[in-house]
């Protein structure tokens, strides 16, 4: 397993996680009693909401869900952090009130029982620490896109480097005067450059496919243009001949070679 199928992993682990503090959290914050006072004359009247004290079983559960969240929100943090790095501040802003940068309580201000909740109405209270929570949910599960790409960068790097070295070794071989040897190189370059095509459109094709059956799949799905297709096409009848006692002439492979040197 790759160590970006591991971090795929992690982040689908991350989003079970959450499914189960949500569950927490809302069977803790129904269970708790909220206070309002009100002050002062009907000009100038005001009220002052605050929690009433929790019972040793609502302090068990809160504990559980404070630890639970804490450590939900260092994995996914460091994750955020690494590989999205511009969002770690938007998803900071959802942990806490942070003057001058938010203007809300986040989710550990409402699990802390900190300050005025501003409401009285516990369903409210709920609804507030949920939204902030599918927020930072929604930056981590956004991680999954970067490595995505990163993925498919690394695999077309890794492929461009191996087409080269192939297209490398194929002019060497023709130099060298094995000329039919240097078109089964290059076919060989030629078809795994068509299957990194299909792997960046997410096209699937089998092992054993080769240049004109995997071809065939990207001008199926839109990814080559008909004059595209017949040049591969050509190109692979030149491939087919080199597996034959005297079947491509040398300038026919010397082709098949500056061919594929353009498309990659």
């Not at 991350?14 to 927490?24: H, N, P, S, T, W």
């Not at 078809?191 to 092992?207: M, Q, W």
Request: charged share 30%; glycine share 4%; with cysteine.
């Amino acid at each position: 397993m790759s160590s970006l199928d591991i971090l795929k992993r992690k982040i689908k682990e991350l989003e079970e996680r959450a499914v189960a503090i949500e569950y927490q959290v809302t069977e803790l914050i129904e269970g708790v009693t909220l206070s309002v006072e009100g002050y002062g004359a009907s000009d100038e009247y005001y009220e002052i909401i605050s929690w009433l004290p929790l019972t040793s079983e609502q302090r068990e559960a809160r504990r559980k869900a404070l630890r639970d969240y804490e450590g939900w929100y260092s994995a996914a943090y460091q994750l955020i952090k690494d590989y999205l790095p511009e969002r770690s501040d938007d998803f900071c802003q959802y942990y806490e009130y942070q003057k001058g940068k938010s203007s809300k309580q986040g989710v550990i201000d409402y699990l802390q029982f900190k300050g005025d909740p501003g409401t009285n109405s516990n369903s409210v209270v709920i609804d507030r620490i949920l939204d902030a929570f599918e927020r930072q949910l929604n930056i981590l599960v956004s991680v999954q896109d970067v490595l995505d790409i990163k993925e498919l960068n690394l695999r077309k790097l890794i492929s461009a480097d191996v087409v080269k070295i192939e297209i490398d070794q194929a002019e060497a071989l023709f130099a060298s005067g094995f000329y039919r040897a240097a078109g089964v190189v290059a076919g060989v370059a030629l078809e795994r450059y068509l299957k990194t095509l299909c792997d960046i459109n997410k096209i699937s094709y089998s092992s054993r496919d080769t240049i004109q059956p995997v071809a065939q799949l990207l001008r199926s799905a839109g990814k080559l243009e008909i004059v595209e297709m017949n040049r591969i096409t050509y190109l692979a009848s030149i491939r087919n001949k080199c597996s034959h006692p005297d079947g491509a002439s040398n300038d026919e492979i010397k082709s098949l070679i500056d061919e594929v040197k353009k498309l990659i």
